[in-house]
């Protein structure tokens, strides 16, 4: 429960009530989940009724305030990876991109991880990448850090560089448990013994400190590498192959286990395949176009962003699509009916010509992973399934597939004001933009 956040909502929407009944509302429902009884949490009411009440003030100054869009991340679809997630993404990169200071490849370029050159040097570059813990895993904190530390490895790995350190934040609110945090390490440390990449640095903290209670646990993992070639999305060319890994998914499959009742196939997941399949392919110098793992929005989020800055077509093969998720995997998805391509699955995606597209293969077999030829690239824009001998354009959904009950109920499609939420969110953008400009000019008079 967010302490701050309630407290506002009574001011806002309880004006003419008088602090003191705020107080009281907001002891009783602290002591609902805290324990104890209301008088015990008075005096710790009236402080966080204070700290709102100055807060509050402060917010009158316009470096303390910000542009409100009226669109909440919710419904924006924020972190759903659909197509209003994308959509915010490109407002950040639009932001960073403001800053005119960029790197060889950055967000602009919907890579997975982002490369700046080292100074003085030709070709040696540094890879750094950074995911989030899943949402709904924070009751399961060894497997949150063992998926979100592999996924930051993927993410540097198929941009053709070897992952050498990882660093860590985590975040857990005021009631949860200590050891959540020690089971969590334990979990991104599996995967660093595994691979042989040291975890080196780190944050804890408290979710909002002492404004927030409740048991919730959330952070993230990021990943530095180093190399000498990049794969970016871009280079996908006419006529490329595009191979695929067979996956068992990370922590979005084991969520769509958990909470759908499936808790032995979380162990399905438990490997670092995708890692194996990919460390030889950097190693070794084949000369692929670009990879990705497939995890936003599953197939259609991912290759949908592929064909964008490449400015190309991707056409997929079905039935060979149907081969890259485990059949356990697949066996759960189509029980609960989740469609596959809209969710991350964790397959190692390569673009790359046809004749090393075979050494690909090689390598990739060789490391005991499977993969298929599931696709190929051609001039033309877009997103395709080849069904039958025909054509079907696909698309990222507003939402990535709805894979636990409550998403189900929350629903993929596109809200009906959707036009309108988009330009209230650009708009938001550009003060954001305006403000950043403001505030450098003013400290740059400063020097």
């Known amino acids: 429960m967010d302490l701050e956040g309630f407290v506002r909502r009574m001011m806002e929407k309880k004006s003419e009530k008088k602090s003191d009944e705020i107080i009281k509302e907001l002891s009783e429902r602290i002591a609902e989940i805290k324990g104890g009884k209301p008088e015990d949490w008075l005096e710790f009411s009236k402080a966080v009724v204070l700290e709102v009440k100055n807060a509050k003030k402060a917010e009158k100054l316009p470096l303390l305030s910000y542009y409100k869009s009226g669109v909440k991340a919710g419904e924006a679809g924020v972190g759903s990876r659909g197509e209003g997630d994308f959509f915010v993404h490109s407002m950040i990169a639009e932001i960073i991109a403001s800053t005119k200071v960029s790197g060889v490849i950055s967000s602009r370029d919907l890579d997975d991880a982002g490369v700046v050159k080292v100074k003085d040097k030709d070709k040696e570059y540094i890879y750094v990448s950074v995911d989030g813990i899943h949402s709904r895993l924070s009751e399961f904190p060894f497997i949150a850090g063992f998926h979100v530390t592999r996924a930051a490895m993927r993410d540097v790995l198929v941009m053709n560089a070897i992952p050498v350190a990882i660093f860590s934040d985590i975040h857990i609110a005021d009631d949860g448990d200590v050891s959540k945090i020690f089971d969590h390490i334990a979990g991104i440390c599996t995967v660093c013994e595994l691979t042989n990449t040291p975890l080196i640095a780190g944050s804890t903290l408290r979710i909002g400190g002492d404004m927030v209670i409740g048991e919730r646990f959330s952070g993230g993992v990021g990943c530095v590498g180093i190399g000498s070639k990049i794969a970016a999305r871009r280079n996908a060319k006419d006529g490329d192959l595009i191979l695929l890994s067979e996956g068992a998914g990370g922590g979005t499959v084991c969520t769509t286990a958990i909470y759908y009742g499936y808790p032995e196939v979380v162990e399905e997941t438990l490997n670092v395949d995708f890692l194996r399949a990919c460390e030889p392919i950097v190693r070794e110098g084949i000369e692929v176009h670009a990879m990705t793992d497939v995890t936003n929005g599953g197939i259609r989020g991912d290759a949908e962003e592929i064909a964008r800055v490449s400015k190309k077509r991707l056409v997929f093969y079905e039935e060979e699509l149907k081969k890259v998720v485990k059949p356990r995997v697949m066996e759960m998805f189509e029980r609960v009916g989740v469609d596959f391509m809209g969710v991350s699955i964790d397959s190692l995606m390569v673009i790359c010509e ?94």
């Open 354 to 447: 046809e004749d090393v597209a075979k050494d690909v293969k090689k390598v990739v077999k060789k490391a005991g992973v499977k993969i298929y030829e599931v696709g190929r690239v051609e001039e033309g824009e877009g997103v395709y399934l080849e069904r039958g001998g025909r054509l079907e354009r696909i698309k990222p959904r507003f939402r990535e597939s709805a894979y636990t009950p409550v998403k189900k109920v929350v629903g993929e499609n596109r809200p009906e004001n959707y036009e309108e939420m988009m330009e209230k969110i650009r708009k938001a953008a550009k003060e954001a933009i305006k403000k950043k400009d403001e505030v450098v000019k003013k400290v740059r008079l400063n020097f």
